[in-house]
């Protein structure tokens, strides 16, 4: 489909209008129609316009704009797809019935969103795409097979609400693995990493320590403890300047006072 001007010269007189030119599928040849007559040239002077070749072309290109950008709306710039591969996640994850858990912190905070959809959102998109927090909300949570229900902000700010309860949050998932399939603390593996902060200055807990890669930002220590058969059972975030094994000590004293 497009328009273009059309311009008659009678008797001295220039009529114009603007036609509509399209493909007929049935006739199978192309097809002119008047979208809209003007009448002659000086009818339109006398309105007042005093070019009105050039306000008609104008109106044109805003017509044909028009035209390609409904024709673009009509291909969708959303990918088709959902993802499928945390099914067997989700699965362990509402057989543990964690959510109840979860709706009860919520009663303790004016969040406008649940913080169990922030969380089960977070582990099937860190599952399936691991990327960073920004493309985390806006390449993978919109495709997952339940719509989101909360915004990119108050994924932050659960987020927040995780970072400081955490050994909490692990405490609760450990309870209920163990209550469902059960752990086996008999034998246990533990091992550590640190992660690297772009900034300048040391806070409480990112501190600068020993590093692998040899880095002088301020580092963040995590040490993980898994059980016989490796499911993991205690987590510690400590600073990065210090050693990894007096955190084993306290992961595993904290597991056994569970």
């Known amino acids: 489909m497009a328009y273009f001007l059309k311009k008659n010269r009678k008797k001295d007189k220039l009529y114009l209008s603007i036609v509509n030119s399209y493909y007929d599928s049935e006739r199978k040849q192309t097809v002119h129609s008047t979208y809209e007559s003007f009448g002659t040239g000086q009818a339109l002077i006398d309105q007042g316009i005093s070019d009105p070749v050039a306000y008609l072309e104008d109106k044109v290109r805003t017509?044909?704009?028009?035209?390609?950008?409904?024709?673009?709306?009509?291909?969708?710039?959303?990918?088709?797809?959902?993802?499928?591969?945390h099914f067997l996640v989700k699965s362990i994850l509402?057989?543990?019935?964690?959510?109840?858990?979860?709706?009860?912190?919520?009663?303790?905070?004016?969040?406008?969103?649940?913080?169990?959809?922030?969380?089960?959102?977070?582990?099937?998109?860190?599952?399936?795409?691991?990327?960073?927090?920004?493309?985390?909300?806006?390449?993978?949570?919109?495709?997952?097979?339940?719509?989101?229900?909360?915004?990119?902000?108050?994924?932050?700010?659960?987020?927040?609400?995780?970072?400081?309860?955490?050994?909490?949050?692990?405490?609760?998932?450990?309870?209920?693995?163990?209550?469902?399939?059960?752990?086996h603390p008999s034998v246990g593996y533990f091992d550590c990493t640190n992660f690297y902060f772009e900034i300048d200055k040391e806070d409480d807990i990112r501190k600068k320590g020993p590093s692998k890669e040899n880095r002088k930002e301020p580092l963040l220590g995590l040490g993980l403890l898994l059980d016989a058969r490796q499911i993991p059972v205690g987590l510690k975030l400590f600073p990065g300047n210090e050693s990894e094994k007096p955190q084993i000590r306290q992961v595993i004293d904290e597991l056994k006072k569970q």
């Open 63 to 85: 017509l044909n704009y028009e035209a390609r950008q409904k024709d673009a709306s009509e291909i969708s710039d959303t990918a088709p797809y959902k993802y499928a591969g």
């Open 94 to 183: 509402s057989k543990l019935d964690v959510e109840p858990i979860f709706n009860i912190y919520d009663l303790t905070r004016s969040y406008h969103f649940k913080l169990f959809d922030v969380l089960s959102a977070l582990i099937y998109a860190r599952i399936l795409k691991p990327c960073s927090k920004y493309k985390t909300y806006f390449e993978v949570i919109p495709y997952l097979e339940s719509p989101c229900c909360f915004s990119y902000d108050q994924l932050l700010e659960g987020l927040s609400y995780f970072g400081d309860n955490y050994e909490k949050i692990v405490e609760i998932f450990s309870k209920l693995t163990n209550e469902k399939y059960g752990l």
